[in-house]
C-alpha cells in the first residue's frame, strides 16, 4: 500500500529560527500532498494543499509566507516553519492524494 | 465534506468486540466513509473504509446503514494496542488524503 514517510520525527528549535519538515511518497507519486497541524489534546486542522510544480493552497488563517511549502518533486513536499515561535510548537503531520498519512513530526519551539 | 459526530469516548473490556458508532446525515452519494485512529504522536493509521456495503478486512468491519446516515466499526476483538482516537471521516475519492477530521472517539480498552 501506498507509504509516506516524514522527516524529521521531532524537532527543538530556538525561537526565532526556521524548520525544514519533509514529507515523502515512498512508493507512488504524489501530485498533491495535504499539510495538518494538531495541537495538544485536540485534532488534526488542514493547513495546505500542496501542489507538484504550482503554488500550494493554505487554508482560511493559515499564513502563507510563515509556513513555506515546496513542492518540487512527484515524491517530496517540505514544509518550512520561519521564524518559528512557541506558539507554532505543534504536531505537524502530511498525507498524500490516496489517503495515507506520514508518522508526524513533533515541533517543540523553545 | 460532510460533518460526522462520534462520542467523545468509549471503554471496551480487551478480548471483547468494540463497537464505534459515526453519525453523517449529510453524507452526499459520491462520499465515503473512512475509518482512521490515532494513537498517542502518532499519524493516523488508515482502518477501513466503504460507500454503502459493509466491509471487513484483517483490522475490522464496517457497518453502514442503508440509508448511509450512520456506520459503526467493529474491533472484534480488542486489545490493548487498539487504545487510540478513531475518526470517522466522509469524503469523495477525489482528493482523498485531504479529510475534515472531528475530534473522534477516544477507545481504552481495560484489562
Known amino acids: 500500500g501506498a507509504v509516506v514517510s516524514q522527516h524529521p520525527s521531532w524537532v527543538i528549535c530556538k525561537s526565532g529560527t526556521s524548520v525544514k519538515i519533509e514529507c515523502r511518497s515512498l512508493d507512488f507519486q504524489a501530485t498533491t500532498m495535504f499539510w495538518y497541524r494538531q495541537f495538544p489534546k485536540q485534532s488534526l486542522m488542514l493547513m495546505a494543499t500542496s501542489n507538484e510544480g504550482s503554488k500550494a493552497t493554505y487554508e482560511q488563517g493559515v499564513e502563507k509566507d510563515k509556513f513555506l511549502i515546496n513542492h518540487a518533486s512527484l515524491t517530496l513536499s517540505t514544509l518550512t516553519v520561519t521564524s518559528a515561535h512557541p506558539e507554532d510548537s505543534s504536531f505537524y503531520i502530511c498525507?498524500?492524494?490516496?489517503?495515507?498519512f506520514g508518522q508526524g513530526t513533533r515541533l517543540t519551539v523553545v | 465534506d460532510a460533518k460526522t459526530t462520534q462520542p467523545t469516548s468509549m471503554d471496551c473490556a480487551e478480548g471483547r468486540a468494540a463497537n464505534l458508532p459515526c453519525n453523517h446525515s449529510t453524507i452526499s452519494g459520491n462520499e465515503y466513509v473512512y475509518w482512521y485512529r490515532q494513537i498517542h504522536s502518532q499519524g493516523p493509521q488508515y482502518i477501513i473504509h466503504?460507500?454503502?456495503n459493509n466491509e471487513t478486512n484483517e483490522m475490522a468491519s464496517l457497518i453502514i446503514t442503508e440509508d448511509r446516515k450512520s456506520s459503526t466499526l467493529i474491533l472484534p476483538h480488542a486489545t490493548l494496542r487498539d487504545t487510540a482516537v478513531y475518526y470517522c471521516i466522509v469524503r469523495t475519492n477525489t482528493n482523498a488524503g485531504k479529510s475534515t477530521f472531528g475530534d473522534g472517539t477516544t477507545l481504552t480498552v481495560k484489562p
Open positions: 466503504g460507500l454503502k
Open positions: 498525507s498524500a492524494k490516496g489517503g495515507a
